[in-house]
């Protein structure tokens, strides 16, 4: 195994991983550490290139430094990718591998499922590095962070629901929902639930087919769901999704889901926020995961006490957030990252 550091200047460190015996390629961005060690998932997806793949994890590491620094976590943000097919690429050896890089990193980088991720993976994880969390057994195992992220975001649509019409009732709302994996399948039942009608897209046929079935949901194909006729868009897929083409296809009022890094460039909530379109800062709205994920980390016994009360913290968060920003007449994206920078100055000054 080989692991290199890639210089920067936005990150702490960026680290390049191979291993030629068992197929290895990913990358380690520490983006920050200045209020506690770094801690974001590692996801495995077939990149394009390799660059592909480091651009990806030098926006979700930083993404993980808002996020953490949001839901008042005392962790700073990294994140992980390895390069390749989960389905058909994934083995033990390889897992084992990149375990090994983790754990060479003296406990810097705490990583956690993310895409094409299991906790049964991180179990694999775990037998060669102790800084791993969402594992499925242990005296402080937090399991899959996927219901608790949905169960957030699920919160955040409700409360900027509510910022624009006046009422967090989801009865008959139209919401979209781009990606159907574990996040995006858990908030879907949060909101059949609720009594919300869905209209739903994925890569993946059968998530949609049972998603039809499951919550009479409306299938539509994958570059169509921005068009479509709804109130919420719920990006809950890949990043950069929120752009310049994007966006002038949008009809609905309120945009909030559990992707990653939505907003294509920063300008882009200033978009949203120019055609009428409120929008919840997704790391802000998808925090319940790595909250969950912080109990196993900092072991804490009272898991869902503490889940609860992040939780409602958070909705605080967010609700202080569209205030402010209603209020200077300006993208709530442009209130939450000024707020989180200020949070982080101040308290590893």
């Known amino acids: ?17 191979r ?31 390799a660059e592909a793949a480091l651009k990806d994890v030098m926006r979700l590491s930083e993404g993980m430094t808002y996020k953490n620094a949001a839901a008042g976590l005392s962790l700073g943000g990294g994140k992980a990718v390895i390069i390749g097919n989960p389905s058909t ?11 090994r890089a983790i754990q060479s990193l003296e406990g810097r980088y705490y990583t956690a499922e993310d895409m094409g991720m299991s906790p049964t993976d ?16 242990g005296e402080f195992a937090s399991g899959d962070p996927s ?15 509510a910022h624009r019409h006046g009422t967090d009732t989801l009865q008959d709302v139209r919401v979209s929902v781009q990606g159907l994996g574990h996040v995006g399948w858990y908030l879907c039942e949060f909101l059949h639930d609720a009594g919300a009608k869905l209209i739903v897209t994925d890569t993946v046929a059968d998530r949609v087919s049972r998603a039809v079935e499951t919550f009479g949901a ?5 570059d169509a769901i921005y068009g479509v006729e709804a109130d919420i868009f719920a990006p809950c897929a890949i990043g950069g999704i929120l752009n310049e083409i994007t966006i002038a296809q949008l009809k609905v009022s ?12 920063a300008a882009d909530g200033a978009a949203l926020h120019a055609k009428g379109i409120l929008y919840a800062p997704d790391f802000v709205a998808n925090g319940g995961g790595i ?3 912080a109990t196993e980390i900092q072991q804490i016994s009272d898991r869902e006490g503490f889940v609860s009360e992040k939780l409602a913290a958070l909705d605080v968060t967010l609700k202080s957030i569209l205030n402010q920003a209603a209020a200077a007449n300006i993208s709530p994206a442009d209130v939450a990252t000024k707020a989180v920078q200020t949070k982080i100055s101040e308290q590893a000054a």
């Open 19 to 49: 291993d030629q015996d068992c197929g290895l390629h990913g990358f380690i961005a520490i983006h920050s550490t200045r209020l506690g060690p770094a801690a974001g998932g590692l996801r495995m997806r077939p990149y394009d290139s």
């Open 291 to 293: 909250i969950n994920v």
């Open 254 to 265: 309120v945009v909030a889901g559990g992707a990653n890094n939505q907003l294509a460039t």
């Open 218 to 222: 409306k299938a539509v194909a994958i």
């Open 1 to 17: 195994m080989n692991v290199t550091e890639v210089p920067s200047t936005s990150h702490e460190a960026i680290y390049e991983v």
């Open 89 to 99: 690429e994934k083995t033990p050896d390889l897992l084992r591998a990149f375990a």
């Open 147 to 161: 219901p608790i992220t949905a169960r957030g975001i699920f919160n955040a649509i409700k409360t900027t629901w």
């Open 122 to 137: 991180m179990a694999i994880l775990a037998e060669e590095t102790k800084f791993v969390a969402g594992l499925p057994n």
